[in-house]
């Protein structure tokens, strides 16, 4: 019975998207790119649910798609999009003790690469090194010793900042 019925869904799905007809106006949110985009890319009827499924399908039946998006092919792209909210996180976790030692010292080079990777202007580091170095006492030797909490702190100080907030998109 159970095989029955799924083999009338996949009937009801396919007539579906053959004939382009859409359950409901969505937008195309399927597979977004790999193999199943590409081979299903002139199917009528993109929007479709019969459409996607079978986009989706072919994507999941060959790993195409996370293929495609760790290499940047087959209509993917590898640029980073994804992860780029989590990429200050990422890099304050690896150079923790070095920033530490830098907001201390309000300079060095890690927290120069933290100001970047945060998008501050470069003519505005200086006001920035100043802020870490004045959070310092607050964060570090108050004994917080997670990399995200302090990013986390550094932002919420940058948007009570007069200079900071302007660059501060967090």
């Known amino acids: 019975m159970v095989n ?3 083999l009338v869904l996949a009937t009801v799905l396919f007539i579906f998207g053959l004939t382009g007809i859409s359950l409901g106006a969505h937008p195309d949110n ?5 193999l199943g985009k590409l081979a299903w890319s002139s199917y009528p009827g993109q929007q479709s649910i019969g459409s996607q499924v079978f986009q989706a399908t072919t994507n999941g039946t060959f790993g195409s798609q ?10 993917c792209t590898n640029d980073g999009t994804i992860f780029a909210s989590e990429k200050v996180n990422v890099f304050a976790a690896v150079n923790f003790d070095n920033i530490s030692q830098e907001m201390a010292q309000g300079r060095g080079e890690h927290l120069t690469s933290l100001a970047t990777l945060m998008e501050i202007p470069t003519e505005q580091h200086q006001v920035f090194f100043a ?3 004045e959070r310092y006492t607050n964060l570090i030797q108050s004994g917080e010793v997670s990399s995200k909490a302090v990013v986390k702190a550094i932002y919420s100080a940058m948007n009570d900042h007069p200079v900071l907030a302007q660059a501060s998109i967090k």
């Open 4 to 6: 029955r019925t799924l």
């Open 66 to 75: 996370t293929f495609g998006i760790s290499s940047g092919t087959s209509g």
């Open 131 to 133: 802020m870490a170095q």
């Open 30 to 34: 399927g597979p977004g790119c790999g």
